[in-house]
């Protein structure tokens, strides 16, 4: 494994390839400990590169068993410095032809002892590989940068008895069996050139269901879902997913599958939760079974997104990829923001909305006003694993959304269709996708494009009045962003302000019959304000009495909102707003402001009081419920991470989870009657379904059920404790569980033991368990955590398994990751460590667990940077893991 970190990796240093692949032919014989390689690569000077330059091909631990340039050997034990270096990690050609030449390369991979999980691995008894970003280097020498795109033959070779399957990228053209031996083969070919990143293998003894869909071309494509034996009945509402998803694409992009074949195949052992790879795609399983007693409403929802994401990346991903790792955003935040579109359509897009914005702050913001802070297009990385961040994806989703609210639905639409005709089949940049929408909707966007270049959330303070007298109502905005590491000045970014002005017991006003100054009559009539300066003045006359601004509706630009509004005025959003959004954000606002005060009256030992506006608008809320999903989200408080995050400076979440369970509890007990009413309303014996309406009567049903039991923990024990035991469902009796596992005593490990007998075996679900235990915020909790890591169940080689026990604790568990004795830091810091050793992507993504530790309280402050120093100081730290700890501390 390499634990060098070399010099950052600079956008401003990027040089095109000197050569190009143009074929590659792959011949693979599977084998647990010796899999052989042979790798025949057409290569040829690239015209634009530099001219006799050397052959640099990347390797990573690779045991090279031959090298040959156009059928002449390389030495391998005494070879000629002028021929070749080679290496473990590289082999240079000193002197390539000036001429097309063909390279053979064959290595020998040791698969069973991968752990790290990139390039060719074992996950149970099957072959897979994961080659995003750098993993290819793994299996064989290449030009692996995403630049350099081959058209791939793969012929693959296994024991017919255990590897049946054998699936490659493309179509398959030949297969059969070996005569004389227990061995078969399968040859695929993809004609579509692609990125080493996009290759993919799969062999193994797989169950598989198979479906079809028709393009509306005519063109019939096979659809298979390879899974573990015995699950396949877990992967049919994948599939329909898959089906929707190819329907959704034609309809709103014009964009028809192009192979033959699509492929997904699940594996319980994945870093990441799926990747794309051109017509073989790969999952973590938890992405793609499913069944009503297996997985809850929100794995559904997942499923039908992942599978959407990964799909749509055919296009905006394969089809047309990124000329470098900085050009992430390019296929990452596209294809986010198209599948969040893709879920929009299929469930509430309002409960989509918020739900895609709850990710986004409690992700992405914190990353943004912390030491790991960057740029949606970073200029620079040391380990690129690294970059594979909320920013990149969630806030990536977002500036090409912005793009959309100020260009329009047309524009947006044209200037896809061009991007898609203009780079099909190319290595694209940030710059060339722009350049469509300037060109579509004729505008420059050189200002819009900062999003891409500065770091940091934008914070918009507002400030409004309203002259009785001359009915003159008054917006000023004044826009200001933080410094970030690498940028200490920020030039004003272009917002979107979409907006209403409601009025009480009215709603809406016109705004397109309203008299106004500073402000165009294109931004009136479409209700969007570009707010492009440091400080912009609106005024409305002939206003007849003073109405509220609903601001930012639908989330329009992923700023941070300053607007010293009244309760009053955010009741009247509650009841009158008519962007569902909004009226969520007002509860929340609302909820945010009394949690707040909470907090600092705790901390100087005082009661915090109770609120009988809030609560008595909650009630309304429950008993006027149109959108039992909507609702569901609307009373639910802000988590304790986003009240820290809103506090952001000397945080104390010990304060912040009493603060918090004080108004749950207020809640619970005021509310008790319509509480009850609700849960016993909602009550569904009927067959399961995880359509959206249904999904969102159990979301209401058991965010009661929560509240309902903190008002009274009697009571609720026994409503949670009978929930569990007839539950028909995993959303119910998981939701149940929860309750009892937040009250000590008996029931809770009952519960607990009970679950575990219920489904002991299957690993998905037992996660479930691992992370309901790792998030109690109870002292003993680090106790129990340590002792889960003894459990049959559960493996540090495994992503999932640990997710869900150590990365639930530290990043669910406010309390006890933060316990005030740095006992929650001390362990998570020798996790990462010892996890560095196996798997550095996990452990490195366990380490941004310490990303707002600037922001705590001095005394957790401290521990939490003995910590990441203890990290730091540790020898042998991988690259992914160093480049985390080193940014953490800067």
Known sequence: MRTDIAEPVRLKDYRVPDYLIDKVDLDVK????????????????????????????????????????????LDMQNPDPKFGVITPNQFTLTAPPARAFTLDIETEIDAQANTR????????????????????????????????????????????????????????????????????????????????????????????????????????????????????????????????????????????????????????????????????NIFNDKYVLASPVTATDTDYAQIEAVIAHEYFHNWTG??????????????????????H????????????????????????????????????????????????????????????????????????????????DRYDGTAATIEDFISCFAETAQRDLTEFSRWYHQSGTPVVEVTSSYDEVEKLFTLEFVQSCKPTPGQDKKLPF?????????????????LGATRCEGVSAAELSRGVLEFSTPRRRV????????????????????????????????????????????????????????????????????????????????????????????????????????IAREIGEDVDPDAIHLAREDLRKAIGEDLKGTLHATYDRLADDGPYSPDAVAAGRRALRNTALDLFAAGDRTEGALLATCQFETAKTMTDEIAALGVLAQLPGLERERALAGFYRAHAGDALVIDKWFAMQAIIPEQATLDRVKALMGHQAFSMKNPNRVRSLIGAFAAGNQTQFNAPDGSGYDFVAAMVLELDAKNPQVAARLLSAFKSWRTLEPKRRTLAERALRHVAGAAGLSPDVKDIVERSLA
Not at 36 to 63: C, E, H, S, Y
Request: glycine fraction near 6%; aromatic fraction near 10%; charge should be negative.
């Open 539 to 642: 005024l409305f006359r002939d206003i007849p009495v003073r109405p509220v601004a609903s601001l930012f509706r639908g989330f329009s630009a992923p700023v941070r909102l300053d607007h010293a509004v009244s309760e009053a005025d955010l009741i009247t959003l509650i009841a009158h707003d008519s962007d569902g959004f909004n009226r969520w954000q007002a509860v929340q606002t609302y909820a945010a402001r009394l949690l707040m005060h909470s907090v600092e009256l705790i901390r100087a030992n005082k009661t915090p009081q109770r609120d009988n506006e809030f609560i008595g608008a909650l009630r309304i809320l429950i008993e006027k419920s149109a959108d039992p999903a909507f609702t569901a989200q609307a009373i639910a408080l802000p988590s304790e991470a986003d």
């Open 494 to 510: 272009v917002i979107p302000i979409e907006l209403g002005l409601v009025v009480p017991d009215q709603g809406d006003l016109d």
């Open 117 to 280: 999980l990139m390039g060719l691995y074992r996950s149970g008894s099957a072959y897979c590989t994961q080659c995003e970003a750098e993993g290819f280097r793994r299996i064989t020498y290449f030009l692996d940068r995403p630049d350099v795109l081959s058209i791939y033959t793969v012929r693959l070779e296994a024991d017919l008895s255990e590897a049946p399957l054998l699936l490659s990228n493309g179509n398959k053209i030949a297969e059969g069996k070996i005569e004389g031996t227990s061995r078969h083969f399968a040859v695929w070919h993809d004609p579509h050139p692609k990125a080493a990143y996009l290759f993919a293998l799969v062999g193994g003894d797989l169950g598989s269901i198979f479906d079809e869909f028709i393009t509306r071309s005519g063109r019939k494509v096979a659809l298979g879902i390879h899974v573990e034996h015995g699950k396949e009945p877990f992967a049919a509402y994948a599939m329909d997913a898959l089906k929707r998803s190819m329907a959704w694409d034609e309809e709103k992009y014009g964009r028809e599958y192009d192979l033959d074949v699509f492929n997904i195949v699940a594996v319980s052992d994945f870093n990441m939760g799926a990747m794309e790879n051109k017509g073989l």
């Open 30 to 73: 599977l084998h647990p400990t010796a899999t052989r390689v042979m790798a025949r690569l057409a290569i040829r000077p690239n015209p634009q590169g530099r001219p006799k330059a050397p052959l640099v091909l990347d390797g990573d631990a690779l045991v090279a068993k031959r090298i040959a340039l156009d059928g002449i050997e």
């Open 318 to 339: 394969n089809r047309i990829t990124c000329r470098d790792w900085f050009q992430l955003c390019l296929k990452e935040g596209l294809t986010v923001f198209r599948d």
């Open 341 to 420: 579109a893709f879920s929009a359509d299929m469930r509430s897009a309002p409960v989509r909305r918020i739900s895609d914005v709850r990710t986004l702050r409690a992700q992405q913001f914190v990353e943004d006003a912390g030491p790991l802070a960057h740029n949606v297009r970073p200029d620079s990385y040391f380990e690129i694993n690294n970059f594979y961040t909320a920013t990149i994806y969630e806030k990536g989703a977002e500036v090409i959304r912005m793009l959309k609210v100020l260009i329009g639905d047309d524009a947006f639409r044209k200037s896809m269709d061009l991007y898609f």
